[in-house]
């Protein structure tokens, strides 16, 4: 498919002179193409079953508030219509509203060709696709774009008037029923539009995990900690449709960190003990058995943690619900994780079976395939130290280095390292002797969640608690992306300093990049069982001083500090150790060589699938 064609389902909207819907009709599938004609304007083309449809740009209006759920408006006011654009790959999307509002803005800087010119004309009816994004272009909106903000503030404006009214608040009623008035986000005669940031680019096994992905193979991707599998994920989320895509982890942590949702909350089987049939019954209920109706891409990160008697029920439930034989009832599977990081929670003496031991796995993966560029870190010696440590093994040169890391002092501008521990017990006593430490009155703030019926659920799933309690002095962590380009990212550590005068007295951190920063409460949304949209309205910051190692699955941290003598898991230190981005952020207090362990089944599974991967390598080089 080519970059500038979109496809998607469309409710395109004929408006009358009073604002009014004069005729609204659905197609599905339908390819929408940006390109120009013989006099050079941008055009934009739908291809239905029967015809094509193409429209000559003059001006636009874009809103855009649920992109990111696939779904965009645009409107071309000078033939009064509309075209409502739901279950896009969000990226795709994006990408499309970002060339089309860009190309247009550019054009509009050239010389018109005026009507009498046009209708003159002897050139032949053309349509060729619309060149790709340059930085060009952008540089002409973004000049464009200052050169408007100047005039503007040459003008006499009375200013603190109120708020100007929403262009949408009129509109409210020409959407249809169960869509939302979205933000604008752009309209080509004022155009607040953010330059298109480079986005980083994927890695070689990154891009050929989504190539398999987006040609519907099911698919098993593994790699060791760092190697950028949750990164993936985001991506690939964004370039399949989102009705029909659910992203879920095996945790509420690790589902956070790519904006999805549980296992559990999605399979709404409750724990899958209860016998099949009891399952298919709760599968079956009209919320649950939508979604699995739904469900046509299932992505599941931290699968190491995810029982394989439990996917082998979510198997059988998924062929019973969707009426198909297929494996897992024809859903692709895109599963992700390490299982060399944490196994599977087991309860008393329940016997653990990882997810690749389950029955049904080898009809369910197609494709193995494996990330082996680490990200997180840099230090090819330090590298080397986790790689061992993964495979539980523990030369003496693992051993020595991360000895010598106790004597680290990884304290910054009183900013200490972060305690991974191993029990939450002990995490809430660090966290509460170091609170009471503070000689400072505490600022408590309550959190806004739309539903608290949810509570439990939402508790689960948000890495901020109702309840933040924050001192001078508090050690703090950031539990969301707020500015990457300015270091304001997930795990970002720093010291509160302060709270603002007035208003809600919101607080003010200091980060250990030395960026002192107000921090406004942030918004979390969480798609739980039956389509529920669940949201929590928090100030982004977590205690800071310990965390548990459960819920650093999955994080990138700058300075941490390891116990490893509770260590009762394998997989656990590895975890905990390759949370850090380098050697010099680390501080082990008591290594020992005990805590190094890696499951045996595990490697054998390992071996086995580098001995395929091998051995396939050999087929496709022999037969090339
Ligand atoms: N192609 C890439 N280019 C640049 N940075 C990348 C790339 N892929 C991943 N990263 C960065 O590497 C770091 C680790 O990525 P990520 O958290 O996705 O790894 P992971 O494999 O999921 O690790 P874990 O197993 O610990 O969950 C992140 O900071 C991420 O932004
Ligand atoms: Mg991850």
Same mark, same amino acid.
């Given at each position: 498919m080519e970059l500038n064609t979109l496809l998607c389902t469309l409710w395109m909207e004929t408006i009358g002179s009073a604002g009014d819907i004069q005729k609204r009709t659905q197609h599905k599938n339908i390819a929408l193409t940006l390109g120009r004609n013989e006099f050079r304007d941008v055009v934009l083309k739908l291809e239905f079953p029967k015809r094509d449809m193409k429209f000559a740009l003059k001006e636009l209006t874009i809103f855009k508030k649920f992109v990111k759920e696939g779904k965009a408006t645009i409107k071309i006011p000078d033939r009064n219509i509309q075209f409502l654009l739901s279950n896009c790959p969000p990226d795709k999307l994006i990408m499309f509203l970002k060339t089309m509002h860009t190309k247009l803005e550019c054009h509009k800087q050239k010389p018109p060709v005026h009507d009498r010119k046009r209708l003159l004309s002897d050139r032949p009816k053309t349509f060729e696709d619309i060149s790709p994004l340059t930085l060009k272009d952008l540089q002409t909106v973004h000049e464009m774009r200052a050169k408007n903000v100047e005039n503007k503030s040459d003008m006499f404006t009375p200013k603190g008037k109120g708020k100007r009214k929403r262009e949408n608040d009129e509109k409210? %009623?020409?959407?249809?029923? #169960?869509v939302k008035m979205a933000r604008k986000l752009v309209s080509t005669s004022c155009s607040p539009f953010k330059p298109v940031l480079n986005p980083v680019k994927l890695n070689k096994g990154q891009t050929s995990v989504l190539d398999a992905i987006i040609s519907r193979k099911n698919v098993f991707f593994t790699g060791s900690a760092g190697t950028g599998k949750s990164f993936l994920l985001r991506r690939i989320i964004g370039a399949l449709p989102p009705q029909h895509t659910y992203a879920t982890a095996s945790t509420g942590v690790a589902a956070c960190h790519i904006g999805g949702i549980t296992l559990h909350s999605f399979a709404g089987i409750g724990s899958g003990r209860a016998d099949l049939q009891q399952c298919v019954e709760l599968a079956s209920r009209p919320l649950v058995i939508q979604q699995w109706k739904k469900c046509q891409h299932l992505i599941i990160d931290e699968i190491s943690m995810v029982e394989g008697d439990f996917f082998d029920k979510l198997e059988t439930v998924a062929r019973v619900v969707k009426q198909?034989?297929?494996?897992? #009832? #024809?859903i692709q599977l895109i599963l992700c994780g390490d299982f060399l990081q944490l196994p599977p929670v087991t309860k008393g003496s329940d016997k653990r079976k990882f997810c690749f031991q389950a029955k049904t796995w080898p009809k369910c993966v197609q494709l193995n395939m494996e990330l082996t560029e680490v990200k997180r870190q840099s230090d090819n010696h330090f590298i080397n130290i986790l790689q061992n440590v993964r495979l539980g093994r523990c030369p003496d040169i693992v051993e020595t280095t991360l000895r010598a890391? @106790?004597?680290? %002092?990884?304290?910054k501008d009183g900013i200490l390292a972060t305690r991974l521990c191993t029990h939450k017990e002990d995490v809430d006593q660090i966290n509460k002797y170091q609170m009471e430490k503070l000689n400072a009155t505490s600022k408590v703030f309550l959190s806004t969640d739309?539903?608290?019926?949810y509570a439990k659920q939402i508790d689960s799933l948000c890495p901020v608690p109702h309840k933040l309690e924050l001192r001078v002095g508090t050690q703090v962590m950031l @539990?969301?992306?707020?500015?990457v380009h300015r270091g304001l990212v997930n795990g970002a550590r720093g010291l509160v300093t302060g709270f603002e005068k007035g208003g809600e007295g919101l607080p003010i951190v200091k980060f250990l990049s030395g960026l002192e920063e107000v921090i406004k409460p942030a918004r979390w949304t969480f798609k739980a069982a039956g389509a529920v949209y669940l949201t929590r309205r928090q100030i982004p910051l977590k205690l800071a001083w310990a965390i548990s190692i459960h819920k650093s699955q999955g994080m990138t941290l700058d300075c941490v500090e390891i116990t490893v003598s509770k260590v009762f898991e394998s997989g656990q230190a590895y975890v905990a150790l390759s949370r850090a981005k380098s050697l010099e952020g680390l501080r082990v207090l008591d290594f020992d060589r005990g805590c190094v362990r890696a499951n045996p089944d595990v490697l054998k599974f390992y071996h086995k699938l580098d001995l395929t991967r091998r051995m396939l390598q050999t087929n496709i080089e022999e037969y090339s």
């Open positions: 409210e %009623n020409v959407l249809p029923q #169960g198909n034989d297929l494996p897992f #009832g #024809g890391t @106790a004597k680290h %002092n990884i304290q739309n539903d608290t019926s @539990a969301k992306n707020l500015e």
